[in-house]
């Protein structure tokens, strides 16, 4: 992992000389930016020492400033990695702020991961014309909308999809075990965009979706590399920002690289959630060549006190250690399996939102009151309602089905309507607070825990 940190006018006045010693980061004083060389330096780090949380401080204080006043340099990538509730929306909209008051004609793209953050974040920038946020979908949706029609739909990471799939294109019948694993091998290589090892009945599938005999949103992301209509749908765009690049298909990073040249491309990601590896998803820091971006960590959470920072660096969960910000609410913390019942009234985490659903679901059979955002509930209950399936929540579709999801959507309180017992969310998307009484129940870490080093 490498930090790069801007020496020159933005580097605050209370940061740090950085002294890098083998791998580790040492403090060693004050300076002020006019005693700061111009350009950047590189730190490479894999360990914070002793005195890590101040230098983690130093270091975050250094990116919060200097991020939003990154120069315009076509042809530029920078990664923005934060943990959940470390500012990244605010960093984002705060540097299209900077380039549109720079130059006024400059126009911003915001590639967000789902439509609720899309929607979040237009509605905070619903004063600038000039800054963009679309979902990838819709991106991809608005290109060959002409093209598609319910006909060609198909789920290429469902068994039942597969199967229907198989029947309509070569009136083939496959067995559910078939099915099952065609629909693996498929999702795999539609993120890879390579046939790499897949057979028959995959291979087919795979093949038809490159002829546009059928689509889902992974096999439009296919199509589109090499498609000039892909450049010319960004080409009013002079920055492209790239939301959740922590769980980037090959595919996507493919797409946007693209355009990299006539582009200044940002990507944001979460340095301590990644929630797609299943679907072939990695960081985007472990696609793009480490010599290619300069990379801005942020440790600061707002949303989780010191309790919740220390329990998930201490299970390593982060890629990153993460410190509580100032103010941050430390309310009462504890790592549960997931079969395990919790009495008293808490939050409840987790990685997905298909695992919060299907957990509701037992909470609801046990007697127990649940509730949720508002707004996400509403949005979950539009795409169960929807014959036009959205890519974010086909995992909670397929985990209990749409009629499933119907029924315990509708079971769910809004967030605020009466007493809480239980309140469900991702880690992620978590985003309201409690007194320091409260407890906060992560129920993702036993699936995605790893024991700490002896060393």
Same mark, same amino acid.
């Given at each position: 992992m490498f930090v790069w940190i801007r020496h020159g006018p933005a580097l605050p006045s209370h940061a740090a000389v950085l002294r890098a010693s083998g791998e580790r980061i040492h403090v060693v004083g004050p300076i002020t930016p006019l005693e700061a060389p111009p350009g950047y330096i590189a730190v490479h780090v894999t360990e914070l020492v002793a005195e890590g949380e101040h230098a983690a401080r130093v270091l975050?204080?250094?990116?919060?400033?200097? /991020?939003?006043?990154?120069?315009?340099?076509?042809?530029?990538?920078?990664?923005?990695?934060?943990?959940?509730?470390?500012?990244?929306?605010?960093?984002?909209?705060?540097?299209?702020?900077?380039?549109?008051?720079?130059?006024?004609?400059?126009?911003?793209?915001?590639?967000?991961?789902?439509?609720?953050?899309?929607?979040?974040?237009?509605?905070?920038?619903?004063?600038?014309?000039?800054?963009?946020?679309?979902?990838?979908?819709?991106?991809?949706?608005?290109?060959?909308?002409?093209?598609?029609?319910?006909?060609?739909?198909?789920?290429?990471?469902?068994?039942?999809?597969?199967?229907?799939?198989?029947?309509?294109?070569?009136?083939?019948?496959?067995?559910?075990?078939?099915?099952?694993?065609?629909?693996?091998?498929?999702?795999?290589?539609?993120?890879?965009g390579a046939v790499g090892d897949l057979v028959g009945t995959a291979l087919r599938l795979f093949r038809a979706a490159e002829r546009g005999e059928w689509f889902d949103f992974a096999t439009l992301r296919m199509r589109a590399r090499g498609d000039p209509r892909w450049s010319a749908a960004l080409q009013d765009y002079d920055v492209v920002i790239i939301d959740e690049a922590q769980d980037l298909n090959v595919v996507m990073a493919e797409l946007v690289m693209e355009v990299a040249p006539q582009k200044m491309l940002i990507f944001v990601g979460d340095g301590g959630q990644k929630l797609y590896a299943f679907m072939a998803c990695r960081d985007v820091t472990e696609i793009l060549p480490p010599e290619s971006f300069n990379a801005w960590i942020l440790y600061l959470s707002f949303r989780y006190g010191k309790k919740v920072c220390d329990l998930i660096n201490t299970l390593q969960l982060p890629l990153?250690?993460?410190?509580?910000?100032?103010?941050?609410?430390?309310?009462?913390?504890?790592?549960?399996?997931?079969?395990?019942?919790?009495?008293?009234?808490h939050v409840s985490l987790f990685a997905t939102w298909a695992d919060a659903i299907a957990a509701a679901n037992k909470y609801l059979e046990r007697g127990r009151s649940v509730s949720m955002?508002?707004?996400?509930?509403?949005?979950?209950?539009?795409?169960?309602?929807?014959?036009?399936?959205?890519?974010?929540?086909?995992?909670?579709?397929?985990?209990?089905?749409?009629?499933?999801?119907?029924?315990?959507?509708?079971?769910?309180?809004?967030?605020?309507?009466?007493?809480?017992?239980? /309140?469900?969310?991702?880690?992620?998307?978590?985003? /309201?607070?409690?007194?320091?009484?409260?407890?906060?129940?992560?129920? /993702?870490?036993?699936?995605?825990?790893?024991?700490?080093?002896?060393?």
């Open positions: 975050d204080a250094v990116a919060r400033e200097a /991020f939003p006043l990154i120069p315009h340099e076509r042809g530029t990538i920078h990664v923005l990695h934060a943990p959940a509730g470390g500012g990244k929306t605010t960093s984002i909209i705060n540097l299209c702020r900077a380039q549109r008051s720079q130059r006024p004609d400059r126009r911003i793209l915001i590639a967000a991961f789902n439509r609720c953050a899309a929607q979040e974040g237009a509605s905070r920038t619903a004063d600038d014309a000039g800054i963009v946020w679309k979902t990838i979908d819709a991106l991809l949706h608005e290109m060959y909308g002409s093209e598609l029609t319910e006909e060609l739909r198909g789920d290429s990471g469902n068994a039942v999809g597969v199967r229907a799939l198989c029947a309509r294109l070569f009136s083939l019948g496959i067995s559910s075990a078939e099915a099952r694993l065609v629909s693996r091998q498929l999702q795999d290589a539609l993120n890879r990153v250690p993460t410190f509580a910000a100032e103010g941050a609410p430390d309310t009462l913390v504890q790592a549960v399996g997931s079969g395990l019942e919790v009495a008293e009234p955002d508002s707004v996400k509930r509403h949005e979950l209950l539009e795409a169960a309602c929807s014959e036009d399936d959205d890519a974010g929540y086909q995992q909670v579709l397929k985990r209990v089905s749409r009629a499933g999801a119907l029924r315990i959507l509708s079971a769910i309180r809004d967030a605020g309507e009466d007493a809480m017992d239980v /309140f469900i969310s991702t880690v992620h998307g978590y985003k /309201f607070t409690h007194d320091a009484n409260f407890r906060l129940v992560l129920r /993702f870490i036993y699936r995605e825990w790893r024991p700490a080093s002896s060393s």
